[in-house]
Every structure is written in C-alpha cells, then in structure tokens.
Antibody, heavy 121, light 111 residues
Framework: QVQLVESGGGVVQPGRSLRLSCAAS????????MHWVRQAPGKGLEWVAV????????YYADSVKGRFTISRDNSKSTLYLQMNSLRAEDTAVYYC??????????????WGQGTLVTVSS | QPVLTQSSSASASLGSSVKLTCTLS???????IAWHQQQPGKAPRYLMK???????NKGSGIPDRFSGSSSGADRYLTISNLQSEDEADYYC?????????FGGGTKLTVL
C-alpha cells in the first residue's frame, strides 16, 4: 500500500537550518504532486508548500516563503523540505502528503506519519 | 482564497450518529472539499472527497458508517453507530489556486 515516511526532524536553534525528507513507496512517485503540511503543538493543520510532479512548479505559504524550499528527486521517490532561518514558530510536526487530482480538482489522499521539528535555544 | 469554517467541538453518545459541518466562505459554495480524521497522537487520514452535489468518494478502508452530504455552502460528514475509535479531530480541506486550505478542525468526543 502507499507509504510515506518522513525523517530529518529534531531540535535546532533559532536561525539554523534543517532538511526534511519523505520517502515514498508503492506508487509511481513521478506521477503525483506532493505537499508539506505542518501542525504546531495543540493546533490545527497548516499548509506549507506544494511541488508538482515535474518538480518545476512550486508554491509556498506566506509564513515560509523565502526561508523554506521544497524539492523532489523522482529517481529516488523522495520529497524534501529545506528549512532555513528557522524560528520558534516553525516548531511543529511536519507531514508530507500526496495530491490526488480529478479534472483539475485536487485534494490530499495519503499522509506520512510526521516528523517533529523543535526550534529552541 | 476560500475560508473553511468548522465548529471547534462536538459530542455524541456511543452507538449514536453525529453530523459535522464544514462551511465554505462566500463565493466558494460550489467547491468540493475533502474530510480527514486525526485520532489522538496519530497522523491525519483521508476519509472522503465531497462534491457540492453531495456525491462523495471514500478512501480505501473507510467504514460504511462514514458518509457525506452537501447543502449550499455546507459540507457534512455523518458518522453513524459511533465507536470509541471515532473520537478524533476532523478537518475539512479544499483547493484553490495551487494551495490547500484547511478548516480549523472539529474535536469529536464520544460519550
């Protein structure tokens, strides 16, 4: 079955960088767009970024624009999130999720288990 | 960009039914949404896609107890024969201009 496994989370000081990975399996990764979504402790879901299947089209939430970069390696079936200039408010569980589109209407259909990022001095 | 509004909490008794609501903002009443369930301490799980017509398509393995319906700008998730494992946060989600939008979530308590 479709599996998404995130890694790379941890504790990092404010202003430092971290790279998250999401390894995909059991589907043709290169055919799907992918998202990063985060959830701060005790809060709801917040969309972070999306990358389409060709890797060239990317969009970001205003809260991370200019600091985070989403990318993918279709040969490795892996999604990435490079997070720079981290702030305390970036502390959250980060989930990767697959996009399912029908006639141009898209939604998330599979989620990873999440990886926790804690930004603290 | 659409805004999705959900009640912060709901409760219902074991074995009963509950109907959760997600309301689309003005100008987006014809949009589809998706429902996701997040049990305590777990990742979200996709439940279904729900069209403005009321047509819904459930994800793999989602029990028949879960169904969807629509009326105007409101999108509903109905859970019948409530089980203890249905106690969870429920989020609605939609798509606009290459971004995903989430509702604030409804915390469902099974009494």
């Amino acid at each position: 079955q479709v599996q998404l496994v995130e890694s790379g989370g941890g504790v990092v000081q404010p202003g430092r960088s971290l790279r998250l990975s999401c390894a995909a399996s059991a589907f043709t990764f290169s055919n799907y767009g992918m998202h990063w979504v985060r959830q701060a402790p005790g809060k709801g879901l917040e969309w972070v970024a999306v990358i389409w299947n060709d890797g060239n089209t990317k969009y970001y939430a205003d809260s991370v624009k200019g600091r985070f970069t989403i990318s993918r390696d279709n040969s490795k079936s892996t999604l990435y999130l490079q997070m720079n200039s981290l702030r305390a408010e970036d502390t959250a569980v980060y989930y990767c999720a697959r996009i399912h589109c029908t006639n141009g209407a898209c939604h998330l259909d599979y989620w990873g288990q999440g990886t926790l990022v804690t930004v603290s001095s | 960009q659409p805004v999705l509004t959900q009640s912060s909490s709901a409760s219902a008794s074991l074995g009963s039914s509950v109907k959760l609501t997600c309301t689309l903002s003005s100008g987006h009443s014809s949009s589809f949404i998706a429902w996701h369930q997040q049990q305590p301490g777990k990742a979200p799980r996709y439940l279904m896609k729900l069209e403005s017509s009321g047509t819904y398509n459930k994800g793999s393995g989602i029990p028949d107890r879960f169904s969807g319906s629509s009326s105007g700008a409101d999108r509903y998730l109905t859970i019948s024969n409530l089980q203890s494992e249905d106690e969870a946060d429920y989020y609605c989600e939609t798509w606009d201009s290459n971004t995903q939008v989430f509702g604030g979530g409804t915390k469902l308590t099974v009494l």
